[in-house]
């Protein structure tokens, strides 16, 4: 890699945590609009001008602070595949992911706006469902080959709705905190173990 893009790279972490550190200190109540990219250059270290050649704009910062906590979800996906009985990989690879965003609701916050107001935000987060929609499909289909979970809907539509039960689950985590308590997590371990094997303790 050359000096250039090695400076690059710098300037571009940089500027992501410039802009981590001001959605953490701007509190639950603020909103991406209200974040500056003056601001957020200065803090950075560089150019107004800079953050523009790195990202298209404030949203689409965010997104690319969100590829941190999307490590964190592909390894908890990993976790599915482990070892031990089904229904306590899905609870472990449930509660890490739920522990991941409850370090960075800052970070989900305003996410959810931006996907909300910037389409090429949005597509990106349906990609990545998409992709985390296949994991879980293929877990169906091969619980169901081995003969420990019945037939049912369609492999890929029970996955979509888990995942959409996971992401109201995860946006009331940054909405609502205070209700978002344990017995909300086991309701949701709950609902996956019983839509895939029909029963909790498979």
């Known amino acids: 890699?050359?000096?250039?893009?090695?400076r690059g790279d710098q300037r571009r972490a940089a500027l992501l945590e410039a802009l981590d550190q001001a959605l953490r200190e701007a509190g639950p109540h603020a909103r991406l609009e209200d974040i500056n990219v003056a601001d957020l250059s200065r803090r950075a270290g560089v150019?107004?001008?800079?953050?523009?050649?790195?990202?298209?704009?404030?949203?689409?910062?965010?997104?690319?602070l969100m590829?941190?906590?999307?490590?964190?979800?592909?390894?908890?996906?990993?976790?599915?595949?482990?070892?031990?009985?089904?229904?306590?990989?899905?609870?472990?690879?449930?509660?890490?992911?739920?522990?991941?965003?409850?370090?960075r609701?800052?970070?989900?916050r305003a996410m959810l706006e931006a996907r909300a107001t910037s389409p090429a935000v949005r597509e990106r987060w349906e990609q990545r469902i998409a992709a985390f929609v296949e994991v879980v499909a293929a877990l169906v289909e091969s619980e169901r080959a081995?003969?420990?979970?019945?037939?049912?809907?369609?492999?890929?539509?029970?996955?979509?709705?888990?995942?959409?039960?996971?992401d109201r689950t995860?946006?009331?985590?940054?909405?609502?905190a205070d209700t978002t308590g344990e017995d909300h997590i086991d309701a949701v371990v709950h609902l996956w173990t019983s839509a895939i094997y029909g029963r909790t303790t498979p």
Not at 47 to 64: D, I, P
Not at 105 to 108: A, E, S
Not at 148 to 162: F, K, V, W
Not at 170 to 176: D, G, I, K, Q, W
């Open 1 to 6: 890699m050359s000096p250039a893009a090695t």
């Open 47 to 64: 150019t107004r001008s800079a953050f523009y050649f790195y990202f298209e704009n404030k949203a689409a910062a965010v997104a690319a």
């Open 105 to 108: 609701t800052h970070v989900h």
């Open 170 to 176: 995860l946006e009331r985590l940054v909405r609502a």
């Open 146 to 166: 081995a003969g420990r979970a019945p037939a049912g809907p369609p492999a890929t539509a029970l996955a979509t709705a888990l995942l959409d039960l996971n």
């Open 67 to 103: 590829d941190e906590m999307e490590d964190d979800a592909w390894d908890a996906a990993g976790l599915l595949g482990g070892d031990g009985a089904m229904s306590e990989r899905i609870a472990t690879a449930i509660r890490s992911v739920v522990e991941g965003w409850r370090r």
